[in-house]
């Protein structure tokens, strides 16, 4: 079982940077792909990022592609969202997630963080 913990959430002007970052409490956490997924008010649960096990393979959303970059530590049992750029459209509460394999598919994911709210100001 991963227990996801998510922070670094804030308010940030467009334009601007956060990190989000996520130490997931789990023996077996290496074992896991790790994901980014949002929820924006009134909306569905959107993909964000994803990264394998081992690391070696990466999966953006297209809203994201090339702003947002997904990393991981397994020695540390962290993964980590860096957001550039950010946009409005980017406020949502953030989410960080594990599942078996990486899926873009937010029903996919097992284990869930209880989220950070990230707001961005235009």
């Known amino acids: 079982q991963v227990q996801p913990v998510e922070s670094g959430g804030g308010l940030v002007q467009a334009g601007g940077s956060l990190r989000l970052s996520c130490p997931a409490s789990a023996p077996s956490f290496s074992a896991y792909a790790m994901g980014w997924v949002r929820q924006a008010p009134g909306k569905e649960l959107e993909f964000v990022a994803a990264?394998?096990?081992?690391?070696?393979?990466?999966f953006y959303a297209d809203s994201v592609k090339g702003r947002f970059t997904i990393a991981r530590d397994n020695a540390k049992k962290t993964v980590s969202l860096q957001m550039n750029t950010l946009k409005p459209e980017d406020t949502a509460v953030y989410y960080c997630?594990?599942?078996?394999?990486?899926?873009?598919?937010?029903?996919?994911?097992?284990?869930w963080g209880e989220g950070t709210q990230v707001t961005v100001s235009s």
């Open positions: 990264i394998t096990w081992t690391g070696a393979a990466t």
């Open positions: 997630a594990a599942a078996r394999q990486a899926t873009m598919s937010p029903n996919e994911y097992d284990y």
